[in-house]
C-alpha cells in the first residue's frame, strides 16, 4: 500500500454494518430476521415471501428499506425502530481498532444505512464511542440509502467534507461506486473481493489496513 496516495486525506468516512466490526460476529443475521418479521406482519405475506421481498429490495434499491418506502408507502421511523432492536452483547470491544481510528488525521465520521441510535448502540458495544467526530444515518440522507447519489452528496454537504480529501471504508463495494466518481479513495473492507474499478484498495481486515498508515 502506498501510504502517500492517504496524505492529503482530512475526512475518513466508515460505513458501520460488517465494516466496524467483523461479519463472524453476525450481528446483522439478526436484523435480517427482524426484517422478514415485520414484512410478514406488515405486508401479510408468509415467510418465504417475505424474505423474497428483503432480500429483493435490497438488491434492487440498496436497502429494503427503501424498497419498502417505494412499493409500500412504509413510514421509516416505525421500522427502524423495531428492525434495530436486537441484542449487541455479541459485539466485543476493540481497543486496537478505537486506537487506530483515533490516530487518523483530520475529521471521521461514520455514514451508515441504518439510523443514528442504533450506529451509536453498535458503537458503544465496540468501544468506539468518542472516535468519530459525527454519526450520519439513512435520516440524515432523507431516507435515501447507499449507493444513490444523492446520498451521498446529502451527507458529504451536511458534513461540510471535501471528496477528493477524503477516503470511505465500506463493506459493499456497490457502495464505493459514487464516492469513487466524487474522488474519494476507496477502500473495500472484506473477506472476499472482486477486483473494481472504483475500489482503490481491498483489505480484510480493517484494523489491520489502518495500523499500515498509522504506523510511525
Known sequence: MDRSRFSDVDTWVFDLDNTLYP???RLFDQIEERMTAWVMRELGVDHAQA??????????????????MREHAVDPNGYLSDVHNIDFSVLEPDPQLA???AALPGRRIVFTNGDAPYARNVLAARGL??????????EHAGFRPKPEAAAFETVFALDGLTPTRAAMFEDDARNLAVPHAMGLRTIHIAPLHEPAP???YHSED???????????
Request: zero cysteines; glycine letters at 12%.
Open 23 to 25: 461479519p463472524r460476529m
Open 206 to 216: 480493517l484494523s489491520e489496513f489502518l495500523g499500515h498508515l498509522t504506523q510511525s
Open 99 to 101: 486506537d487506530r481510528i
Open 129 to 138: 464511542t468518542g472516535v468519530f467526530d459525527a454519526v450520519y444515518g439513512v
Open 198 to 200: 472504483h475500489i482503490h
Open 51 to 68: 424474505n423474497h421481498l428483503r432480500g429483493h429490495y435490497w438488491q434492487l434499491y440498496g436497502t429494503t428499506l427503501a424498497g419498502l
